[in-house]
């Protein structure tokens, strides 16, 4: 069973088009994130959300608008593709926060290629 | 705020020999940090993490990593590489913000392992 789901694996597009990745854990933990690598396989935060509440926002384009339903979901939606937008979004999860002792692990998921056109 | 620091973009060991991937950290607060493994096309694993208890921590697949303050280091170290080990390795610094978990990824050191 997979802990962290995402789908599509791959997704292939026009500039200016409106995509969507959607994300499933089944580990019953409260929060889950977004995370973009580039093409040199940097690794950036998008979002976080905590039992459906936003509380990580790094400097992402309004373009990208994150949706979590429940605490299991956590779906990205991508307006007016740029070039720029190509890369592997990652989606992960971990349990509760856990405060002053420390950050906690992600479990990620296989990622989702993303290339505009 | 808080940074690390891969100090080698591509390493190359032969399979059996040692395997030593160097990361160094900057954090205000006393950091979590961790080693993840990323394979060909693959999402990220876990390996290990820090978070203030023994300084020596023990991953899987024989790996193990050596928190040092003093150095601000957290290097990664395997004693006999195996084939199976090439992969893409990142160095991450974790920080509670009050907002949240925040990590903070390395650029990456790329592991290839020769017969």
């Not at chain 1, 929060?31 to 959300?49: A, E, G, N, R, V």
């Not at chain 1, 790094?58 to 429940?70: A, H, L």
């Not at chain 2, 150095?71 to 907002?99: I, N, Q, R």
Request: aromatic letters at 10%; proline letters at 4%; charged letters at 15%.
């Amino acid at each position: 069973d997979t802990a962290v789901s995402q789908t599509p694996k791959y997704l292939v597009t026009q500039m200016g088009n409106d995509k969507s990745i959607k994300c499933e854990q089944n580990l019953g933990h409260d929060t889950m994130y977004w995370y973009k690598q580039d093409s040199k396989k940097f690794l950036k935060i998008m979002f976080s959300y905590n039992n459906k509440e936003l509380i990580i926002n790094e400097t992402v384009p309004n373009r990208f608008s994150p949706k979590s339903p429940d605490k299991a979901h956590l779906n990205l939606h991508i307006n007016s593709l740029e070039l720029g937008d190509s890369a592997v979004y990652f989606c992960a999860s971990s349990p509760r926060l856990q405060g002053a002792s420390g950050a906690n692990v992600l479990t990620f998921g296989a990622g989702s290629r993303l290339t505009v056109l | 705020a808080q940074s690390v620091t891969q100090l080698d973009s591509h390493v190359s060991v032969s399979e059996g020999t040692p395997v030593l991937l160097r990361c160094n950290y900057s954090s205000s607060y006393s950091p979590s940090l961790f080693w993840y493994v990323q394979h060909p096309n693959k999402g990220l694993q876990l390996l290990l993490k820090y978070t203030s208890a023994a300084t020596l921590v023990k991953g899987i697949n024989g790996f193990e990593a050596e928190f040092k303050k003093s150095e601000t280091s957290f290097h990664l170290t395997k004693p006999s590489a195996h084939m199976s080990d090439a992969a893409e390795y990142f160095c991450v610094v974790g920080l509670w913000t009050g907002g949240g978990n925040k990590l903070t990824f390395g650029t990456g050191t790329q592991l290839k392992v020769e017969l």
